[in-house]
């Protein structure tokens, strides 16, 4: 699927027009337009990077909510290994996964098996591949969307394989359906999402035509009623000691743990947009080609950082950390069932992964090229001071916005300012060279 | 009209904190008129390579970038070591740099062949104890 959905929007209610998001968003997305901030849909990679930036909680992410699976049969949870993180120390993930299924699902299943599962995967895919390096990671889909947008050239590097997630929902969707008896249609298979990148994901898959997930809910919305109920356990039972999650699995809730995982020599794990941009600006230049594999996360220290989660990203990563920990004894996948299915085709996606390319200068690139000198004629008459009362996050970004006839030259301060000094001094210059007034002071004066 | 676009660019030598900005920027510029992403790529390579020679050995240089909508052009000229044996510096895998360099991941004697390699007309001339001077050329 190539059609652009956002899975960010702005309340314009709530918007009072503060540059903050602008000033933040590493895709240079956002530009406040009459005094309401306004998201570029083609450039914007639904990172989740402005929702908790802005200082109005004006902008929300589109998480579906329950009554939006109220035409499924049957329900089931399947949360980000991140939420393990979310909660006090002693409340397990089997205990979370418990409180899912008392919060109105009707099931909840752990993802971090089939995180498992794909990394014996990448790990198996590595040792025959052959291919241009590095392979980028392609489980987050605002990196993704980054990628189709910025760097296309670089979509063959996105490694084919499924995201756990998305095998996950396979998965437990076909074993439902075996046990209940139901067709796999009425059984809706929700994600607890850390950021509204992997909503986004669901709703327009970049790698596939339809994703196995039926929507999904931020942890930040169901956490009080997850606190509540898991608050109300019999403190009685001691659920740390089911044995419930894979601890390498656990893991790819933060930076490097997906990486790590692979036990290949050459991996690199980067977090952040900003560090991902400046690492696939490297790739692209032909740099790195000493690596196997590079993890991007768009989120700051991970999954852990994403925009719709709750607890602090560095707690929560070293309580992952500490699950990675606890739970690293036993490998929880059998080799043998994974390379079987994984033989069979399980794992691979085959679909090309489209393009999204940015408004374009011009279509005509002799125009365009007319365009760009146009623009740095009018980034040289600008402050350069990117202060953004334009609206636009820097000079440059106005500058290109002015070119496209999206912003007017006055919407920069300066220049009304210069402009405005310009007529003032030709005004107090007719006022003193006018017959009237001199003679008025002249009489003044004597 | 002449739809050409021109913009230099200035390379300090040693400077590896603002290091490959100039083929950033190249690149940048590229993509925003709308050049074919391949060929975007195989410029910012050249670019890129050709950059981090005169950072790595050079004194300064210019980069003089320019285009219209049928080539891409890119010429450097540092004043530096310049080139004693223009045949051995094409080899893949010769390199002058120091281990520190090589250490950085620079230097692995790939920058030049990498550059004739992407580029579709490639021109380098040298005079010891002066300077060096890339002629690039792609076609877009």
Known sequence: ?446 | MESTYVQEFEVIGGDFLRAGQVSTQIKAILKEIGINHSIVRRISICAYEAEMNVVMYAQRGKILFSMNPHKTNITVEDEGPGIEDIELAMREGYSTATSEMQEMGFGAGMGLPNIKKNADTFHISSVVGKGTKLQIGIMN
Not at chain 1, 147 to 157: A, G, K, M, S
Request: glycine share 6%; charged share 25%.
């Open chain 1, 1 to 446: 699927m190539s059609q652009i959905v956002h899975t960010v929007s702005i309340d314009r209610e709530l918007c009072k027009g503060s540059m903050a998001c602008v000033q933040s968003c590493p895709a240079e997305a956002i530009r406040v337009r009459k005094g309401k901030a306004v998201i570029l849909d083609e450039l914007c990679v639904d990172c989740g990077e402005c929702i908790q930036i802005c200082p109005n909680n004006a902008i929300k992410p589109q998480t579906s909510s329950f009554i939006d699976f109220s035409q499924y049969k049957y329900t089931i949870a399947v949360p980000s290994p991140v939420l393990y993180s979310q909660f006090d120390r002693k409340f397990s993930p089997n205990s979370i996964l418990k409180a899912l299924r008392q919060i109105g699902f009707d099931d909840a299943a752990d993802v971090t098996y089939c995180c498992e599962s794909v990394s014996l995967v990448i790990r198996e895919f590595l040792t025959t591949y052959h291919g241009p390096v590095p392979l980028i990671s392609p489980f987050c889909p605002a990196v993704v969307r980054l990628i189709q947008n910025r760097y296309p050239d670089l979509r063959e590097l996105l490694l084919p394989i499924e995201s756990p997630m998305e095998i996950c929902a396979r998965d437990q969707k076909l074993k439902k359906s075996r046990e209940l008896n139901i067709p796999q249609e009425e059984i809706g298979a929700i994600y607890i999402t850390p950021c509204p990148a992997k909503i986004n994901s669901i709703l327009c898959p970049p790698r596939k035509e339809e994703s196995l997930l039926n929507g999904g809910i931020s942890i930040s919305e169901i956490y009080n009623s997850l606190l509540s109920v898991l608050s109300s356990f019999d403190k009685n039972i001691n659920y740390s000691e089911d044995r419930c999650i894979s601890g390498i699995g656990v893991g790819w809730a933060v930076m490097g743990g997906e990486a790590k995982s692979l036990q290949a020599e050459n991996t690199l794990a980067v977090a952040g947009l900003h560090n991902v941009i400046r690492i696939l600006d490297d790739i692209e230049k032909g740099r790195l080609r000493d690596l196997e594999y590079v993890e991007c996360l768009a989120c700051p220290e991970g999954c852990v950082g994403g925009s719709l989660t709750v607890g602090n990203p560095y707690i929560s990563r070293s309580k992952i950390i500490r699950l990675t920990e606890q739970f690293s004894e036993l490998a929880a996948q059998d080799w043998d069932t994974t390379k079987d299915l994984y033989d069979k085709g399980h794992f691979l996606l085959s679909q090309e992964i489209p393009s999204i390319p940015p408004k374009l200068l011009d279509k005509d690139i002799g125009a365009a090229i007319q365009k760009m000198k146009m623009r740095d004629e009018i980034v040289k008459t600008l402050p350069g001071t990117d202060c953004g009362a334009c609206g636009a996050p820097t000079c440059a970004s106005f500058a290109r916005d002015v070119v496209n006839g999206d912003a007017d030259i006055n919407m920069c301060v300066f220049k009304v300012y210069e402009k405005i000094k310009k007529i003032s001094s030709q005004l107090t210059e007719l006022l003193n060279g006018s017959a009237f007034m001199s003679t008025r002071n002249h009489s003044g004066k004597s």
